[in-house]
């Protein structure tokens, strides 16, 4: 069954950021649009309380009706109290808005991630993925958020305060109509400064997250060989690094913020000056309450432009955090499977036509004019020297690589025309490092499947040689086995791994070094589930000991990517070549 086409798929191809977050926002407009109205109605004694200041100021300067006075009080109050509702309201619709556009960019992340090919996730390091799913993600709802509170408050305090100037003393208008362009050109001279800093804090921040999550890793090692201080010197370089870019983006903030914070109250000094002359030779219609207003509405309007220009580099974070996305939605190394004939039954017939496969960063091909027909049911082990291409061919038969000549037929169909997503439903992978998560014995054996009874999980236990262990724990199938199921023997953890095999009854079993790492015990235990699990299987195994592939129907020598002898274990051993060669060695 193919995965559901989410709303970003094939959507991003480096277009401006602001278009990608528009349309995260789609769904969303009518409540963006109504978290905006209502951000307008509570914020509105701040631009309205200077005009009726100045109102209530001419009132008491003229002597007129006291009534006005409590007219302009009592308005006052009722927006004040007015501000709960409408408050609330705005989070409701705006904050909502945002985690939802979130929501989706992960979603559309993980997506993505599924569908990349397994050649990507080797090149890119996890720890930078993650970063990009939590860190960059997190900083985009957070520049949503503020461009909201901050944003739509100094919007609300311009446009209110110039049509009330614009209405009461429009000889003013142009005055402070310079303060908006005078600021946009400060904020154009720094945009593309801001971005380049962003762009190379943000890398610094990813590889830092890498170091960290390689570290991590890699304690045990660390630890064993009195490396710590080694490792720490690394990640302490990145540490360097990182707070380089980061002192650097801060002092060009830094300077951003003093420049416009200059010039707009040189500006305000000068507004208030020509205001007060105005009055007091009467050149202009200006009463001492408008005085005050304008004053007051200079203040307003500093620091709502102030504050717009202060959103500049939390956007440009945002935006930055889009495109640090982007590089993952507009990677072209899928594995396309939209159209493609769907697997629905699985006999094990598995055929190779002189196939090739290289890697982007190798000169020479890692399999050469690979040419090999397997019969359903048939056990083939594939053995030679460390870069003969064993792990390579397992990768094509699981489909994670595809042939860059030749090609694979699974019962005789292409598998470049199969969706290998439904193929792999019939296929399953005891690795040499057995991958288990956080979870109980029973979530982990049975992962990916659902409505699967008790007596089937312990069945395919037993099968696996695993339920003497599972029985001794303390909640049995319920016990959690800890992340990466470190609470488990790696002998342990490799049974589990047949165990969740066999629960699935595979047509095609991959076995990768399935015994290379375990005690003489443990591999003698595993060794006997794995005769239970390739029974009327087809089965590709690749196994570091040779005593361990002698019950194989047939045996494959690689060498540099080619088959140089094929045949049973006594077959090889007569013909005296390189596989007799092995095996004297591994005899020695």
């Keep these: 069954m193919a995965l559901p086409q989410h709303p970003l798929d094939h959507?991003?191809?480096?277009?401006?950021?602001?278009?990608?977050v528009a349309y995260l926002l789609q769904q969303d407009r009518g409540r963006i649009a109504l978290a905006a109205l209502a951000f307008a109605i509570k914020h509105s004694p701040t631009w309205l309380t200077p005009v009726i200041t100045a109102y209530v100021i001419d009132?008491?300067?003229?002597?007129?009706?006291?009534?006005?006075?409590?007219?302009?009080?009592?308005?006052?109050?009722?927006?004040?109290?007015?501000?709960?509702?409408?408050?609330?309201l705005y989070v409701r619709c705006w904050y909502g808005s945002g985690r939802r556009m979130g929501t989706r960019l992960r979603s559309a992340l993980c997506h993505r991630m599924q569908e990349l090919s397994i050649g990507y996730h080797t090149r890119v390091s996890a720890g930078v993925l993650q970063s990009k799913v939590i860190r960059d993600v997190e900083a985009l709802e957070q520049a949503f958020a503020q461009t909201g509170d901050m944003g739509?408050?100094?919007l609300a305090t311009l446009v209110g305060a110039l049509v009330v100037i614009g209405l009461r003393t429009p000889a003013f208008l142009p005055v402070f109509l310079l303060v908006v362009p005078a600021a946009s050109a400060l904020v154009m001279w720094l945009r593309g400064r801001l971005r380049a800093y962003?762009?190379?804090?943000?890398?610094?921040?990813?590889?830092?997250?890498?170091?960290?999550?390689?570290?991590?890793?890699?304690?045990?090692?660390?630890?064993?060989h009195g490396l710590e201080h080694t490792a720490l010197r690394r990640v302490d370089g990145t540490l360097r690094q990182v707070l380089t870019a980061a002192m650097r983006l801060d002092r060009l903030n830094g300077q951003f913020g003093a420049l416009a914070w200059i010039l707009l109250n040189v500006l305000g000094v000068g507004c208030l000056a020509g205001a007060g002359l105005a009055a007091y030779y009467g050149w202009l219609a200006v009463t001492p309450g408008d005085v005050v207003m304008l004053s007051a509405y200079f203040s307003s309007l500093t620091a709502a432009v102030t504050t717009l220009m202060s959103l500049t580099p939390v956007i440009s974070k945002g935006l930055e955090s889009v495109r640090s996305a982007g590089e993952v939605l507009e990677e072209p190394d899928l594995e396309h499977n939209a159209g493609k004939t769907e697997v629905t039954a699985v006999q094990g017939r598995i055929d190779f036509e002189q196939?090739?496969?290289?890697?982007?960063?190798?000169?020479?091909?890692?399999?050469?004019?690979?040419?090999?027909?397997?019969r359903p049911g048939e056990t083939i082990a594939l053995v030679g020297a460390s870069g003969a291409g064993k792990s390579t061919v397992l990768n094509l038969v699981i489909g994670f690589l595809r042939p860059t000549g030749g090609r694979i037929l699974l019962d005789g169909t292409d598998m470049e025309e199969l969706d290998l997503r439904s193929y792999r439903r019939f296929l399953s992978v005891v690795p040499q490092e057995s991958i288990l998560f956080e979870g109980t014995v029973r979530d982990n054996v049975t992962y990916g499947l659902t409505d699967v009874t008790e007596e089937t999980v312990r069945a395919a236990l037993r099968d696996a040689n695993a339920l003497e262990f599972i029985d001794r724990l303390p909640r049995g199938l319920d016990t959690v086995v800890g992340e990466r199921g470190a609470r488990l023997s790696g002998?342990?953890?490799?049974?589990?791994?047949?165990?969740?095999?066999?629960?699935?009854?595979?047509?095609?079993?991959?076995?990768?070094?399935?015994?290379s790492a375990l005690d003489p015990h443990s591999e003698r235990l595993v060794q006997q589930a794995l005769g239970r699990l390739v029974r009327g299987r087809t089965v590709f195994v690749v196994a570091h000991r040779l005593s361990t592939i002698r019950g194989a129907d047939r045996i494959a020598t690689l060498q540099d990517g080619r088959i140089a002898e094929i045949g049973t274990h006594e077959e090889l051993l007569r013909n005296g070549g390189h596989y007799a060669l092995l095996q004297s060695a591994a005899s020695a």
């Design 152 to 154: 739509l408050s100094a």
């Design 11 to 20: 959507r991003y191809r480096g277009e401006h950021p602001l278009r990608s």
């Design 355 to 374: 196939v090739e496969f290289g890697y982007r960063d190798s000169d020479r091909p890692s399999v050469c004019d690979f040419t090999l027909s397997v």
């Design 198 to 224: 962003n762009e190379s804090f943000r890398q610094e921040v990813e590889q830092l997250s890498s170091r960290v999550s390689e570290m991590t890793t890699l304690i045990p090692i660390t630890r064993a």
């Design 59 to 88: 009132v008491v300067v003229d002597h007129r009706p006291i009534s006005g006075l409590w007219a302009g009080t009592g308005l006052l109050l009722v927006l004040l109290v007015a501000n709960y509702p409408f408050h609330l």
């Design 491 to 515: 002998g342990q953890k490799q049974r589990l791994a047949i165990a969740r095999a066999l629960i699935r009854d595979p047509r095609v079993l991959v076995l990768d070094e399935a015994t």
